[in-house]
């Protein structure tokens, strides 16, 4: 379940951090960069050698198709 | 409309108005149109949080009293008969639940309810009311492969299999039910954001093919 938390935090990070109207620093910092944070914690405290392979596969398909595709 | 005098050092000036040029070339009214764009960057950028943003990249930020009725119409239009929601509580709340609902699963610090369609949104409305679910940014909303997440507080990004159309269903039936008229097809648009300020101002539509 945190996986799946984890690639929608990131995939709301990069979707938002590409807008054209920014959100304040109060909004990325509380809903953006905490909830990743804690994603990344519980990863930590709970992953198996699989979730952490998985997550780096997930987050660069998201990365693939966010940031590539936009910047093309 | 208001009209705006205002004092700029002229090398600010050129460049803006070279920008304008390059972007909208001469039309009657580019000046107007990047200046407003301009000043709701800077609104935004300075605190005012929109009472509802949207955009055809599916992040959605608006008002956590809208939610209800934005989950409701995702209910409607996604033909999946078992919504799944989840979120991480606490001992208290987790305590609070078991009191409360019959059919739920806990998974660590996750409680998750797999719902039928038809009592989706009773049981979101009651769990909002009791623990203020929709302020959590663990919350999360299934719909088969589709699914809503964000940092808590109205603030969501749409993932998963979700075809821009369909969403843009979504978003023209949202803001039907706010009363909100769209004057604009969303499917003919490339880009849009779509920002209400305050709950009675008026839809302001930004789109790169204006």
């Given amino acids: 379940m945190y996986l ?65 595709e936009k910047s093309a | 409309m ?18 304008i040029a390059s972007k909208y070339g001469f039309s009657k009214g580019a000046l107007s149109l990047a200046t407003q764009d301009a000043i709701l ?4 950028k300075n605190g005012k949080e929109p009472w509802l943003y949207i955009d055809n990249n599916m992040t959605i930020d608006i008002n956590v009293d809208l939610l209800s009725s934005l989950l409701e119409i995702f209910s409607k239009l996604i033909n999946s008969e078992i919504i799944t929601l989840s979120f991480k509580s606490t001992t208290e709340e987790i305590a609070i639940i078991t009191k409360v609902f019959e059919k739920f699963e806990i998974e660590g610090k996750n409680v998750i309810f797999k719902l039928n369609k038809s009592d989706f949104i009773q049981t979101f409305n009651q ?45 023209t039936d949202f803001l039907t039910s706010l009363n909100i008229e769209l004057k604009i097809e969303l499917n003919k648009l490339k880009d ?19």
């Fill in chain 2, 41 to 44: 960057k800077w609104i935004i």
């Fill in chain 2, 192 to 210: 849009y954001q779509l920002i209400l300020l305050n709950q009675k101002s008026n839809l302001i539509i930004l789109t790169e093919n204006r």
């Fill in chain 2, 2 to 19: 208001s009209k705006l005098r205002i004092n700029l050092p002229e090398e600010l000036d050129k460049e803006f108005r070279a920008i």
């Fill in chain 2, 127 to 171: 769990l909002s009311n009791i623990l203020q679910i929709q302020v959590k940014s663990s919350l999360m909303i299934e719909f088969d492969n589709i699914y809503l997440i964000g940092g808590g507080n109205g603030c969501f990004n749409v993932c998963g299999g979700f075809h821009v159309e369909q969403f843009n269903q979504v978003v």
């Fill in chain 1, 4 to 68: 799946k938390r984890l690639f929608g935090h990131f995939s709301n990070l990069a979707e938002h951090a590409v807008r054209p109207y920014e959100p304040t620093p109060a909004h990325l910092k509380k809903r953006l960069l905490l909830p990743l944070c804690e994603d990344i914690s519980e990863l930590l405290k709970a992953g198996t050698k699989n979730d952490f392979n998985e997550a780096l596969t997930g987050i660069s398909e998201i990365c693939k198709k966010i940031i590539l």
